[in-house]
Every structure is written in C-alpha cells, then in structure tokens.
C-alpha cells in the first residue's frame, strides 16, 4: 500500500501499521471496529478503549462518565 506518513504515530499499541496511516485506518474500519489512536488525546490513548464514545468523553463532547 503506497501510504507513508511522515507525522509521528501517538498510537502505543505495538502494531506494525504505525505511520501508514491508511493502512491503521482500513484496519479499523474492517477488523477493529473502533477508532485509530491518533484520534485521542494521550489519555484517552492510554485507556485502549477506541470506542466512539470514550473519544466523545476524550474529547469533551460526552461529559466523563457518561456513555
Ligand atoms: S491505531 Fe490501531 S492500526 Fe493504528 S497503529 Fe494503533 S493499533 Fe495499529
């Protein structure tokens, strides 16, 4: 696949798709099911949980502990 990022990838899951953008994205979209690391802060990263609701509480629109 003909994708190479130059930005650092945040992600701190090993993983060899770090920095291949595409690549980390089609992954989610066809096996994960959730949202690639880049997306969260570093403290949502760490939590692992690439639900679309933890990036909502992540990143303010969910207030913390709701779902
Ligand atoms: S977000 Fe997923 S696919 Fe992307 S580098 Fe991390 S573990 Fe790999």
């Given at each position: 696949m003909a994708c190479n990022n130059t930005r650092p990838c945040?992600?701190?899951?090993?993983?060899?798709?770090?920095?291949?953008c595409c690549a980390c994205v089609a992954h989610h979209r066809d096996h994960e099911g959730g949202i690639p690391g880049?997306?969260?802060s570093k403290e949502g990263e760490a939590t692992?949980?690439?639900s679309l609701e933890n990036l909502a509480r992540d990143r303010g629109i969910l207030p913390s502990g709701e779902n």
């Open positions: 945040p992600c701190t899951v090993d993983c060899p798709r770090h920095g291949i880049c997306f969260f692992w949980d690439r």
